[in-house]
């Protein structure tokens, strides 16, 4: 305990059985920087709060983080009376994170529409980098770097055949034949 006594900062979680309101607390997990307790409240009982371990939940200097802090404080209250303080709640910090992180999402569009084509409703134009193979359209130029258009997507009435996968399939001739994959039974 005298490890958990010299630090600013220690995480809690808790985990019980029950409905929320009347949850009885099966275990408490405290953990510093290098080290994790894990405390069995089933078999200490109130006796885990007697001394040591209620004043270090209760302690104004020592900064207890937690996720949803209300279920973990309401049930050591009613169950030990033991009353957490200088509590920071996780599940609470996120709706206040700094302004620039609140940003992040406005700067990444930016960003985004200086690199990328963008359409006429503002989005991103959707790309296929893979290359077409090399052959020539009607007016003798390359077609080879043009986009190649995307697959046709089956319907329910169409059958799903996979295609082959370069490099890992034997030839066709030494391949049995692979059966038609109804969709949408």
Not at 38 to 60: Q, T, Y
Not at 85 to 108: A, I, Y
Not at 114 to 134: A, F, H, K, M
Not at 136 to 158: C, H, L, S, W, Y
């Amino acid at each position: 305990m005298m490890h958990i006594w010299k630090q600013q900062v220690i995480e809690i979680g808790a985990d019980g059985v029950g409905a929320f309101q009347h949850e009885r607390v099966c275990w408490l997990q405290i953990a510093t920087k290098n080290k994790v307790y894990l405390f069995d409240i089933l078999m200490l009982e109130a006796r885990a709060f007697n001394n040591s371990l209620s004043m270090i939940l209760e302690n104004n200097h020592l900064v207890k983080v937690t996720y949803s802090c209300q279920r973990i404080a309401g049930c050591l209250r009613a169950q030990f009376g033991v009353n957490l303080s200088n509590v920071f709640d996780t599940q609470s910090s996120v709706l206040e994170l700094p302004r620039e992180l609140r940003e992040l999402k406005h700067m990444r569009q930016e960003w985004a529409i200086d690199r990328y084509p963008v359409t006429e409703q503002g989005l991103l134009e959707r790309s296929n980098p893979r290359p077409l193979p090399p052959s020539q359209d009607g007016q003798g130029q390359n077609t080879a770097t043009q986009r190649q258009p995307d697959p046709p997507v089956p319907t329910a009435e169409e059958p799903v055949v996979p295609g082959p996968v370069p490099g890992l399939q034997a030839p066709a001739e030494q391949r049995p034949p692979v059966p038609a994959i109804p969709v949408g039974i």
